[in-house]
Structures are given as structure tokens and as C-alpha cells.
């Protein structure tokens, strides 16, 4: 069994503060300060520019890779990190396309995080090929994987209410029908017990600072499936995804495999930063994270529920059909959560009423779930979130 008692004396919780905001941006791991020092002062200082062979930097965007894969049930050497998640999302989907050039739809749903969507917008007009952005209830998306779908794009769970899709089942449907599938995992990976290869996903992306606490603005993954591989065609064609980068060929040739989804130099501090937050996996059992999740989520809901009624639950009811968030609907949800923050209970605010609350098991446990539900009862009866200060809208929510 895995002893998230250790795991959460990995991380640094600021005293006061029950943190249920890691599926926005983990927190910092201990280790990870000492890790960044050293690549900045034993590599970057003392080696310069030789870091990039005695440090073995070159390497990092897929050794990190591997070690992601390994959390998302991806096999070795089919993910890469590097750049953000729209830019692996633009990646993916270019190449999706590529492969089904007689098809025109890409399928996606309306509780996708809109970012995928802008790419994918972007990404038709500069085709101007004629391909259509296709947007159904995320409960339709199975029934409109039709032979005119050329690919799927699906964040696995929904940003605002932590609905969570059957990748295997809308895999399997798009596969019956000649389509190929897109998951962007920003709200699974190192939520859920994800399995790419089981369920024979084509792509799948994501980003490593929320569950995987890499740190702001940590580096984004893609995963490409083996039968892919080596037939994809980058649409990003950096120096870096070139079969050799140090040749300085003046066309661009395709490197072997997921190489070929490198596109320029990687983010090395950045990579030091979530090294030491993957170390805090290494006795992680994901279906051991899986089932605690399920069990301080189901806590959380029921407490709150039952203490306060004036808050509608907007996330699946059923644990099986949710990651590791609960959200509930509340028309002054904005003020609510800024009244519960100024009293340490930080959560975050999506538009247009979802007061949203993550579950990391690696740092969460039962009596922070009750303390947070404590506070939570005292703002919302007391009404205590009915402040001129807390209404104010930040810029960022």
C-alpha cells in the first residue's frame, strides 16, 4: 500500500493552509529548491555551455518523458516534454490530421478547456483546407464519432466539474470508425490511474504543473503511440526534432520516433524542478492514488452537502465517473472562494458559478478534507463571503 504520509511530508504547505488547489498548480516539493540550485550552480555555473553533454541536458526531454510515461500507462520512449500544452496540443492535432487527409472533422466537446479548442481554430484557418471544429454536449461525443471524424479532441476530465470520460470506450468507438484520438490529460495525469497503451489512445498531451507539481509554467508532454511513431509528420519542425539537430542541415529532416516531437531547446531548470516532484512518485501506486482519491473526494462531497445546502453540486455524483476535483454551483461563487482562501482553504473560481476544490492524495488527507469542510460551513452559513473585498475580481480567478 502506498504511505501518503510520507509522500505528504514531501511537499511544502504553508502552516495554516488546507491546499485543494493542485489541480491548477501543485505545490512546491521540498527537494525541489535544492535540485534547481544545483542544476544552476554545478551544471550551469561550473560547466556552461559543456552541460549540455557532462550534464547530460540534451537528453532530459526524454528521460523526464519516460518517467511520465510511466504515470500515464504510456510505453517507454513515446512521450516527450517540451513547450506548453497548446503547443503539444497544436503538435498533435496537425499530425492527426495529416494522417486522415480525406476526412475534414476534428470532434471535441463544450467541457473542453477552451485553450484546445483556440488551437484548433487557429490550426484550420492556416490549413484553410475546409476541416470543420465540431463541439457537442461532452454526454453526445460518443454518438457523434461518425466516418466523417478524422479525430477526436478530449481533455479526459472536465476543468470545471471533474467529469470524467471512458478513454477506452470513445477510443474504441473512434477506431470502429476510421478516426483517431487526441487526450489531453492536464486534469489526469497524476489524478487518475491513466492508461494510454491499455486503451490504445493515438495522442495524448498534458501539462506537469498541476498533479505533477513541476512548478509554474513546468514543461508540457506529448505522447505519441508506437504505430505512429514513425510516421508522423511534425508540423513544428524545430532544430531539435531533426534527425540531426548538429548537422545544421539546411531542410529539415524528421528524427526517429517521438524525437521528431522535440521542437526547440529544452527547459532545463524547469526539468530540474519537476525531476524532484516526480521523485515524490517513486512508491506511488497510481490505483492505490485511484481509490483515495474516490475516498476523500467522496468525504468532501458528502460533509458539504450535508452542512450546506445552499451549494449545488456540479460534479458526477458517482466517484467512478469523476477525477479528483468536486465542484459546486453557488451564484456568488466568486465571493464565496475568496472568502474561504482569506482563511486558508484555497480552491479557485471557474466562470460562471463553479467553486472548484482538487484532491491531491500525495499531500491531502482526511483531516484536512474536515477542516476545510469546517471552514466552508462557517463562510456560507455566516454568509461571510458578503464583502465588498471579496466580490473584487482579480485578474486571474
Not at 92 to 113: K, Q, T
Not at 346 to 357: E, K, L, T
Amino acid at each position: 500500500m502506498t504511505d501518503f504520509a510520507a509522500t505528504k511530508a514531501m511537499f511544502h504547505i504553508p502552516d495554516g493552509m488546507i491546499y485543494l488547489d493542485g489541480n491548477s498548480l501543485g505545490p512546491l516539493p521540498k527537494a525541489a529548491p535544492a535540485r534547481v540550485a544545483k542544476a544552476m550552480t554545478e551544471e550551469w555555473g561550473e560547466m556552461l555551455i559543456t552541460g549540455w553533454n557532462k550534464a547530460g541536458w540534451m537528453a532530459k526531454a526524454t528521460e523526464v518523458g519516460d518517467r511520465v510515461a510511466k504515470l500515464i500507462g504510456a510505453e517507454a520512449g513515446h512521450v516527450v516534454m517540451g513547450d506548453t500544452l497548446s503547443i503539444k496540443v497544436y503538435q498533435a492535432l496537425a499530425s492527426a490530421l495529416e494522417l486522415r487527409p480525406e476526412r475534414r472533422v476534428i470532434l471535441s466537446d463544450s467541457g473542453n478547456f477552451p485553450s484546445d479548442l483556440y488551437m484548433a481554430e487557429g490550426l484550420i484557418k492556416s490549413l484553410g483546407q475546409g476541416h470543420e471544429l465540431r463541439i457537442v454536449a461532452p454526454e453526445e461525443v460518443e454518438e457523434n464519432i461518425t466516418e466523417d471524424v478524422a479525430v477526436t479532441l478530449i481533455t479526459e476530465v472536465d476543468y470545471r466539474t471533474g467529469r470524467l470520460h471512458d478513454m477506452k470506450a470513445l477510443t474504441a468507438k473512434a477506431h470502429s470508425v476510421g478516426a483517431l484520438t487526441i487526450w489531453d490529460l492536464a486534469h489526469t495525469a497524476g489524478a487518475t490511474d491513466v492508461k494510454l497503451s491499455e486503451a490504445r489512445a493515438d495522442f495524448a498531451v498534458g501539462c506537469t504543473y498541476k498533479y505533477l507539481n513541476g512548478g509554474p509554467g513546468a514543461p508540457a508532454f506529448i505522447y505519441v503511440a508506437p504505430q505512429h511513431a514513425n510516421l508522423v509528420r511534425p508540423a513544428l519542425s524545430g532544430w531539435l526534432g531533426h534527425d540531426a539537430p548538429f548537422a545544421f542541415d539546411l531542410s529539415y529532416r524528421a528524427g526517429a520516433g517521438i524525437e521528431r516531437m522535440r521542437v526547440g531547446t529544452p527547459p532545463i531548470l524547469a526539468l530540474a524542478s519537476l525531476e524532484a516532484a516526480l521523485d515524490a512518485w517513486a512508491t506511488v501506486d497510481m490505483s492505490d492514488l485511484r481509490t483515495r482519491s474516490q475516498e476523500l473526494t467522496q468525504l468532501f462531497l458528502e460533509e458539504v452537502e450535508r452542512r450546506c445546502p445552499m451549494l449545488t453540486l456540479a460534479s458526477p455524483r458517482d466517484a467512478a465517473a469523476r477525477g479528483s476535483q468536486i465542484s459546486f454551483s453557488f451564484e456568488q461563487g466568486y465571493a464565496a472562494m475568496q472568502a474561504l482562501i482569506a482563511r486558508g482553504v484555497i480552491g479557485d473560481f471557474r466562470a460562471p458559478d463553479i467553486m472548484r476544490f482538487g484532491f491531491t492524495p500525495l499531500f491531502i488527507d482526511e483531516v484536512d478534507v474536515l477542516r476545510a469542510c469546517d471552514v466552508i460551513e462557517e463562510v456560507m452559513t455566516g454568509k461571510l463571503w458578503d464583502k465588498p473585498e471579496y466580490h473584487a475580481r482579480a485578474a486571474v480567478t
